[in-house]
């Protein structure tokens, strides 16, 4: 658009305004990244910092070349070599996606309930998906604890008030804690690029869908869902890609057999204070995710261009 | 889509005449409420194999509610609907022999235009080398034939409408519905798809309802227009019977443009009636309306309505105007080109309204502003309006 350019407008004010963001970027994001980086080429240490060798910026270039001898790959062949790291990423990829798989089940007809919600009914109903950000996540997590122990809220409806069962569910400490944990907590991240979807999505193409023989049914899966499907994707990597890394809710509501590569991470950076493994694996993680983040960014240009 | 033949003007049809005739549509006493809102209220109306049927009325009045009525999108909260002798009313639209064509089009965006006209035949379970036969006739009928791999978003306005059009002709419908659908497309293409409308629905010998707004457009297309009005019919008939006897100052308004005086019947006889103009001068001589009184007797308040191209325009008075005649002075001028209208102010207030074609150019205008002119006309102009 540098034809619609207003004269006195462009050059440098143009430039600072695309600087700052990309400031922002390697400050906050690619500085701590080279540093983690740096560290996972590192050794364990036992000292302060518990690694080795550190910049000596002192050293001249003889120093800075003995830096560089210094850094290997090592950690990086330790993480193929004990077989707790790939069964950890794996774990995380297979929970994150089932997780992601029941936010869509549970999503889609709220989605749809709301988009076919009548109109004056919709900021609320959007309101009131919004409404839990407005709580701390670490308490939202905190407060299913109350409801999945033993003697929770749960077991005491399904035991003492509605009788279904004698003995109480054990569901805290368990993996399918951690689903509903992810569910419930990253539940909007689904709902609301679904909403988006199917908000716009034109009423008289269902008509013309039932004008044409199709029974209702046969109407949502010929052109209600396909034209749904870049909402389905966005919410699905938007639910995805965090899961996969999520600490706090396998910590809290995961059992000792709930394993995931954040909680790993965790133990390999406080408990056995192996800051580079630890590096490695977060470098790792990174590699991992990029494959779906790409695939996530493609997809929205692609929406961009069709919408066009 | 070219013309391709100009069809035999069905010159005789007129079933609606034929009181042993089957109608195709059949409304019996329908009325449809949206909680205190009444939509279409205590409407009978029947619609003939291979009519082409016009809904006519302003946005509001019902007609689009009709028609989804008919193409079960509504069920009327009283009265029954029949389709070739069956009650229809409770039937879901994927049940009904009856398609549609979408004022917005409706194409589906995620599929070729190809598909989009397969499918209501894929709905049907036909077999998939009757469906390629099938849909390839459409494509040629709509001679879209070199764009079937296309997406809708990459056509013109004009070229999903005939998509459009070919989707809901596919499934050879017994009824086809159009709702307002030219209204996207402008004037000249417009036009020039009324005709091939015309052509299609008498080549395919289908059954057409057609809603619109556009009162040009119901009187090219239609075989018969119902004029509607706040949930009712108010008048059904040919275009010609529509705009030569309106049935009430509603429909004489309506429809084109059109003077209405209001007068007081002096007297009534078999063919002929005279009025006064309320409002006259003392030398006004009276009107005259032949044939036909709609019913009025003396003494009644009734409207005349002249159309504008029946009145004259003169800068004297006519010789031997002893009837239908006003004079007054010329207020405005309204320039079309091809003709102009004129708004003569009588001395009461009253304006009306005369039409002349330019057969000069314009520079060699007789008439002007704040003339003084005289109009008439001739006794079988007028029509009184009692409603």
């Known amino acids: 658009m540098a034809g619609a350019q207003a004269p006195g407008t462009g050059g440098w004010g143009r430039i600072a305004l695309i600087l700052a963001p990309y400031l922002w970027l390697l400050v906050f994001f690619l500085a701590p990244f080279a540093i983690v980086l740096k560290i996972s080429l590192s050794d364990l240490a036992i000292a302060m910092p518990p690694y080795e060798p550190v910049l000596d910026v002192f050293g001249g270039l003889a120093g800075i070349g003995d830096f560089l001898r210094a850094l290997d790959f090592e950690n990086y062949v330790w993480l193929t070599q004990d077989s707790l790291y790939w069964r950890s990423y794996l774990s995380s990829v297979q929970i994150a996606a089932v997780s992601t798989l029941l936010a869509l089940l549970v999503g889609y007809p709220m989605a749809y309930g709301m988009a076919r919600a009548p109109r004056a009914c919709r900021p609320t109903l959007l309101m009131l998906v919004i409404l839990p950000f407005w709580t701390s996540f670490l308490i939202r997590v905190y407060a299913w604890i109350g409801i999945l122990k033993n003697e929770g809220l749960l077991n005491l409806l399904l035991v003492d008030i509605l009788g279904v069962t004698d003995t109480p569910l054990t569901i805290l400490n368990t993996t399918t804690a951690v689903y509903i944990g992810i569910v419930y907590s990253y539940l909007p991240f689904m709902v609301l690029p679904l909403y988006a979807a199917l908000e716009k999505l034109d009423e008289s193409l269902i008509e013309a869908a039932l004008d044409l023989g199709c029974t209702p049914f046969r109407a949502f899966w010929q052109v209600t869902f396909p034209l749904s499907l870049p909402g389905v994707l966005a919410g699905c990597f938007l639910v995805f890609i965090p899961a996969v890394g999520e600490f706090v809710i396998p910590d809290l509501l995961g059992g000792s057999d709930t394993l995931m590569i954040g909680t790993t991470l965790w133990t390999e950076f406080f408990g056995n204070r192996d800051w580079p493994v630890s590096s490695a694996v977060a470098i790792l993680l990174l590699l991992i995710l990029v494959v779906p983040i790409v695939f996530f960014q493609r997809l929205q240009d692609r929406n961009r261009e069709a919408g066009a | ?387």
């Open chain 2, 1 to 387: 889509m070219s013309i391709r033949r100009t069809p035999q003007p069905q010159r005789d049809y007129a079933p609606w005449a034929d009181p042993s005739a089957v109608p195709l549509v059949r409304f019996e006493n329908v009325t449809k409420r949206f909680g205190d809102f009444v939509a279409v209220d205590d409407l009978s109306l029947d619609i003939y194999r291979r009519e082409f049927f016009a809904l006519l009325g302003p946005s509001g009045c019902g007609k689009t509610t009709l028609l989804r009525m008919l193409a079960g999108f509504e069920t009327p909260s009283e009265g029954r609907i029949l389709l070739d002798g069956e009650d229809v009313s409770r039937l879901p639209p994927y049940r009904r022999p009856v398609n549609m064509m979408f004022q917005s089009y409706a194409l589906f965006p995620h599929m070729t235009v190809a598909a989009n006209i397969a499918f209501g035949l894929r709905q049907d379970g036909m077999p998939k080398p009757e469906i390629k036969a099938r849909v390839d006739e459409m494509l040629e009928l709509v001679q879209l034939a070199p764009f079937a791999h296309r997406k809708p978003h990459q056509l013109s306005g004009g070229q999903r409408q005939r998509v459009a059009l070919a989707r809901s002709l596919a499934k050879k419908p017994k009824l086809l519905l159009l709702d307002e659908p030219l209204g996207a497309l402008d004037k000249k293409l417009r036009e020039k798809t009324q005709f091939e409308l015309m052509d299609l629905q008498y080549e395919l010998g289908l059954t057409f309802v057609i809603v619109t707004h556009d009162q040009e457009e119901a009187m090219t297309v239609s075989d018969r227009i119902g004029v509607m009005n706040q949930g009712k019919l108010i008048q059904v008939a040919p275009p010609g019977e529509i705009y030569e006897f309106p049935a009430t100052r509603y429909v004489a308004d309506f429809i084109g443009d059109v003077t209405l005086i209001e007068a007081r019947v002096t007297a009534a006889a078999e063919g002929e009636t005279q009025l006064a103009r309320v409002g006259a001068e003392a030398d006004e001589v009276p009107l005259v309306c032949r044939p036909g009184n709609g019913g009025a007797a003396a003494g009644d308040a009734v409207a005349v309505a002249i159309r504008p191209e029946k009145v004259r325009i003169s800068k004297h008075r006519p010789e031997g105007a002893d009837v239908n005649t006003v004079t007054g002075q010329v207020w405005d001028i309204g320039y079309f080109g091809d003709f102009s209208i004129y708004h003569v102010r009588l001395a009461d207030g009253t304006t009306v309204k005369a039409q002349e074609p330019n057969l000069s150019r314009l520079t060699a205008r007789e008439i002007t502003w704040e003339d003084t002119v005289w109009l008439s006309w001739a006794p079988e102009a007028g029509v009184v309006l009692r409603g």
